[in-house]
């Protein structure tokens, strides 16, 4: 892709600061489908920013054009919050066509709980915008898409229990990363799939907007990354992007002090999945699918399952060091962030301290220094870590078990952390494995779900 652009570009910059900030527009946007590029122009109080993606070519388009045209105004709508956030501007206008009172409200909804995360840590109000809402919107058309299931691939445990599934149910389906890390490419190959990527480039002026006092923080980027890949769907041909999001990501973060839930999962929450759903239904196509296949699942029960997929053990990884937009700042495992410590201790009741030290590179639950990265996870406080970890309780229902477990026990941080919790609430582990009910999966796939 072309280098990021060098120098703010439009008027004001000088001037600008963010308790200033008044317009927000989005501009004209580019898709070309002979290369792939797709280009998402912003404007933030007259300074000019654009978002940059390129799906791979695809050798023929099987989706009529009105389909995609309709993808293109989810992905440059959904992507605007990333710049939109510098400045939280409530006036917000449209270079192309305007949401529709639903689709507004959609946005509004996605705007304000998909960042709750970074308003609560920048000491803001629930962010909201005046959104436009007198276009027509789009009508849903029919694609004729072909029987084929697209698996979005982070790297970690949970999208390959998915691709392991939809295996199980007969299919052979493709994987799809959003961003050019290379751990991600590791585990496709080892995987053996058809693998496909979505190049992303976000302006590289942001970050001297940033640097320049603007609002940062926290963005619901599966939101962002379920966008392009239904419009990489559409053009080359799935009638089923298949995500791999728990149970778990339902429950808030924290709450705040009006007891607002602030959830750092939103757009891998069951509430964003049903919003996803119908925004595709009601306003691209009825013939596409997006729907988690472990949404029943808490990150415990992942866990239990992945536990038997060896082949897997020594090349995945669900530490967010590996997946930053300047490059991996660690080799697999960091082994101090909130990811690791939650993922070592939902493993633990299911493998044995050698083979999780063969995965970490050193046994996580007997070294002292992690006591505090470990005690967060219980949410004794009622907060959890802003991270994508699972439930407080599975936290807590895996130490339990691990207290008891002849393997475990005498680990340091399971003798110095037991005792917590007694002054908690901690459900029983098996139950915490069982499936749940609510869920989009499809019937036919629900027997391998």
């Given at each position: ?150 698996v979005p691939m982070g790297g970690g445990k949970d999208s390959l229990v998915a691709l392991e599934r939809l295996r199980r149910a007969g299919e052979a389906p493709d994987t ?69 999001n728990e149970r778990s990501a339902d429950e808030a973060t924290l709450h705040d002090e009006r007891g607002r839930p602030v959830n750092h999962q939103f757009s891998k929450s ?71 410590h939650f993922v070592f201790l939902a493993m633990a009741p299911f493998l044995s301290p050698a083979k999780l030290e063969a995965i970490f590179g050193a046994n996580l639950l ?84």
């Amino acid at each position: 892709m072309p280098a990021p652009d060098a120098g703010l570009r439009g008027a004001g910059l000088d001037r600008w600061r963010r308790e200033d900030s008044e317009r927000f527009e989005f501009g004209e946007r580019r898709f070309d489908p002979a290369s792939g590029r797709i280009e998402l122009e912003f404007r933030l109080d007259g300074i000019e920013l654009v978002e940059r993606f390129r799906l791979p070519v695809a050798e023929g388009s099987s989706c009529c054009p009105e389909a995609v045209d309709a993808a293109l105004d989810l992905l440059h709508w959904t992507a605007g919050i990333s710049y939109w956030k510098a400045g939280c501007p409530t006036s917000i206008g449209f270079a192309r066509r305007v949401p529709d009172a639903w689709q507004a409200r959609w946005l509004d909804r996605l705007y304000r709980e998909g960042l709750a995360e970074f308003a609560w840590r920048n000491g803001l109000e629930p962010v909201a915008a005046d959104w436009p809402a007198d276009g027509t919107g789009n009508a849903a058309v029919s694609c004729g898409l072909p029987r084929r299931s697209l698996v979005p691939m982070g790297g970690g445990k949970d999208s390959l229990v998915a691709l392991e599934r939809l295996r199980r149910a007969g299919e052979a389906p493709d994987t799809v990363q959003v961003g050019q890390a290379a751990l991600i490419r590791r585990v496709a190959e080892a995987a053996g799939t058809r693998h496909l990527v979505v190049e992303r480039q976000v302006d590289g002026n942001l970050a001297e907007l940033n640097r320049r006092g603007a609002w940062n923080g926290h963005v619901p980027i599966t939101a962002i990354n379920a966008s392009a890949l239904i419009l990489l769907a559409l053009v080359h041909g799935y009638d089923r992007v298949v995500f791999a999001n728990e149970r778990s990501a339902d429950e808030a973060t924290l709450h705040d002090e009006r007891g607002r839930p602030v959830n750092h999962q939103f757009s891998k929450s069951l509430i964003f999945e049903a919003m996803l759903a119908e925004w595709v239904a009601r306003c691209i196509t009825p013939d596409l699918a997006v729907f988690s296949i472990l949404r029943r699942d808490r990150e415990l029960a992942v866990c239990r399952e992945f536990a038997g997929l060896e082949r897997y053990h020594g090349v995945f990884s669900s530490c967010n060091r590996n997946f930053h937009l300047d490059g991996a700042r660690t080799v697999r495992w960091c082994g101090r962030c909130p990811k690791c410590h939650f993922v070592f201790l939902a493993m633990a009741p299911f493998l044995s301290p050698a083979k999780l030290e063969a995965i970490f590179g050193a046994n996580l639950l007997d070294d002292r220094d992690q006591l505090d990265g470990f005690r967060e996870l219980l949410a004794i406080d009622g907060a959890k870590p802003f991270e994508c970890v699972g439930e407080a309780g599975e936290a807590r229902a895996a130490l339990a078990a691990l207290a008891v477990d002849p393997r475990w026990r005498a680990c340091r941080v399971v003798t110095a952390l037991s005792p917590l919790l007694e002054r908690v609430d901690v459900p029983d582990l098996q139950s915490l494995c069982r499936p749940g009910r609510a869920h989009h999966i499809p019937d036919a796939l629900i027997a391998h779900a």
